[in-house]
């Protein structure tokens, strides 16, 4: 029996180290935080270093759960740095491979339809790059697997727990609650068994997210209210305008052909996911994996099709949860088109289709494991914020730095190692005349600091500081940024 068991571990083992393999350097690379992850970890530093655990005088837009996990992270190891608030994603990408290999056994009774979608997602050059950030979404995207698991197998409760969980990193968890719920409804033969279903599936997730909303009431109502912040920040309020069409579509078939390897890949992969499933609904149209097909094939085009008509924002990242289904549809296919052949030449076939997948996906995904990610150009910009907030961390006490563009990196970089009681001003300005005017009011004769990136006009910006009699003058130049010296009048 131990022999048995040990044969059906190894390879889901073997997928998931080759994971670990794949993400691990980028948890240690040092690159410039993100905006939204200089945010997101600074929200973790106020709750684990900054006695402030529901933090109150910030402007939250997300709920909470990834900022405590975050904080756990922190204080586990003892400080609050880039590579410890990468960790808890790190996890949940490796727990993902873990739960799609059983989620893709339960939904097909198909260790090679296992072993394709975990070694697809083993190589995403996405989810890769994800692992290696403090963004909310790998969290979210482990927690929507799990509780499809859970709905998979018929435990309802803990389907429900997990979907609000999720709901808990990420309240756009909630697009999946309709998939979580469909996927565990497939089995379901008595029509009066799924009330009660949903009813254990319910009663946890509205606890969980009902929780959330009292954490958010606790604050205070001095405090953000997270969930109006978030529906302003995120919420779309249109349909796109036409010409929005072409480049919307462009940016999301480039997002999906990025987990593809290419968009050669996506072409090909996508071919035969698309050409194994139309061969299935004319073949075994009632068989119980073909429903699953048509299920998350339907989510996936339906998801894709509102993301491209409706204004979201248009990012990589709201395509990850998606990844791990699109592999299952792909490693289907492949699987589909092993099986056209004799039975003697299917494990071979299977064998060079794996191997296929690798030479397809591969490469990028070497380049990710490189620091050459879909992500990339969203860090390059800034370049130099660390360097820029060393040096600001040289300066006197109370120094006042004016700030329009990269308050919240300058909040996390220059809060990493300046003592509490040696605290700059840091300062936002919505326009160049408010700038001015505030600056003259001042009455802070000792010199004050202006930073700007080289990717932005900060010619109007300058030429209001000049006028209010500051003579800006370049002090210091880090990668994409000129740190300005202002001598008031």
Not at 374 to 379: A, N, S
Not at 391 to 419: A, E, F, K, M, S
Request: net charge positive; glycine share 6%; aromatic share 12%.
């Amino acid at each position: 029996m131990k022999k048995a068991t040990a044969r059906r571990l190894w390879l889901p083992l073997l997928l998931i180290l080759f994971g670990v393999w794949v993400r691990e350097p980028l948890r240690w690379q040092e690159r410039p935080f993100h905006v939204d992850e200089a945010l997101y970890a600074t929200f973790a530093r106020q709750i684990s270093h900054e006695n402030d655990p529901l933090l109150i005088g910030s402007p939250v837009d997300k709920p909470p759960l990834t900022f405590y996990l975050t904080a756990f992270s922190f204080k586990l190891f003892t400080e609050p740095s880039a590579w410890a608030a990468r960790i808890p994603n790190f996890l949940a990408s490796i727990l993902s491979l873990a739960v799609l290999w059983v989620l893709a056994s339960h939904l097909y009774r198909d260790r090679a339809v296992a072993a394709l979608a975990t070694l697809f997602l083993a190589l995403s050059p996405s989810d890769a790059a994800l692992a290696g950030t403090a963004f909310t979404d790998p969290q979210a995207s482990w927690l929507v697997l799990l509780a499809c698991l859970a709905a998979a197998k018929h435990r309802w409760g803990w389907a429900g727990l997990c979907a609000g969980l999720a709901f808990a990193c990420k309240q756009s968890a909630a697009q999946f609650w309709p998939l979580i719920v469909v996927v565990g409804s497939v089995e379901i033969r008595q029509v009066l068994s799924l009330p009660h279903a949903l009813l254990r599936f319910t009663l946890p997730l509205l606890i969980v997210v009902g929780l959330i909303f009292m954490w958010g009431a606790a604050r205070g109502s001095d405090a953000s209210d997270w969930w109006a912040l978030g529906a302003a920040n995120n919420a779309p309020d249109r349909l796109i305008r036409s010409d929005e069409v072409a480049p919307r579509l462009a940016a999301w078939l480039r997002f999906t052909a990025e987990n593809t390897g290419s968009p050669i890949g996506l072409i090909g992969l996508g071919g035969i996911g698309s050409a194994a499933l139309a061969a299935r609904l004319v073949r075994t149209p009632r068989r119980r994996s073909t429903t699953v097909d048509v299920l998350l094939a339907t989510y996936i085009l339906g998801y894709l099709l509102i993301y491209w008509l409706v204004a979201f924002n248009v990012y990589n990242r709201y395509l990850h949860t998606l990844v791990p289904l699109i592999g299952l549809l792909i490693a289907r296919g492949m699987v589909g088109l092993a099986r056209l052949l004799p039975a003697e030449h299917r494990s071979r076939t299977l064998l060079l289709l794996a191997g296929a997948l690798i030479v397809v996906i591969g490469p990028t995904a070497l380049s990710a494991r490189e620091g050459d990610t879909p992500l990339r150009d969203e860090y390059e910009p800034y370049t130099g914020i660390a360097d820029v907030a060393t040096y600001l961390n040289t300066l006197p006490p109370g120094t006042i730095v004016y700030d329009h563009w990269l308050g919240w990196q300058l909040g996390w970089y220059t809060g990493q190692h300046r003592p509490r009681d040696m605290w700059l001003r840091l300062t936002y300005y919505p326009t160049p005349e408010a700038l001015a005017a505030d600056a003259r009011r001042q009455s802070d004769l000792q010199p004050r600091y202006f930073v700007a990136p080289d990717w932005v006009w900060t010619g109007p910006w300058l030429v209001a500081l000049n006028e209010a009699g500051f003579a800006p003058q370049p002090d210091a130049q880090f990668g994409h940024f000129t740190v300005y010296r202002l001598t008031p009048p």
